[in-house]
Nanobody, 119 residues
Framework: VQLQASGGGLVQAGDSLRLSCVVS????????MGWYRQAAGKQRTLVAR???????NYADSVKGRFAISRDDAKKMVHLQMNSLRPEDTAVYYC??????????????WGQGTKVTVSS
């Protein structure tokens, strides 16, 4: 199972970006999907996650600005980021919690996509 993230870049405060992540490989189904981020010198923290039934959860710092969605047919998860702030600057990692085969669950991570927000 591989995850490929895309959509990062350099933007100004107040701008928007949309991150996407596609899951590929052999698997039976995908459960939770989501995004973490890691700023320089800091720990990786959860930004948003979405369950297989479509229920989202957000970090308090992004509530009302970010929106997570998933497209199960395409095995993709998206993160729409609006009203970006300099403190949103980080490398963003997507993840998927996958049923690889009967009785075997595993988490997989994308390679990270860098988001830089200038003031």
């Amino acid at each position: 199972v591989q995850l490929q993230a895309s959509g990062g870049g350099l933007v100004q405060a107040g701008d928007s970006l949309r991150l996407s992540c596609v899951v590929s490989g052999s698997m039976l189904s995908i459960y939770d999907m989501g995004w973490y981020r890691q700023a320089a010198g800091k720990q990786r923290t959860l930004v948003a996650r979405i369950t297989s039934s479509g229920n989202p959860n957000y970090a308090d710092s992004v509530k009302g600005r970010f929106a997570i969605s998933r497209d199960d047919a395409k095995k993709m998860v998206h993160l729409q980021m609006n009203s970006l702030r300099p403190e949103d600057t980080a490398v963003y990692y997507c993840y998927a919690y996958v049923l690889v085969r009967t009785g075997t669950m595993a988490s997989y991570w994308g390679q990270g996509t860098k988001v830089t927000v200038s003031s």
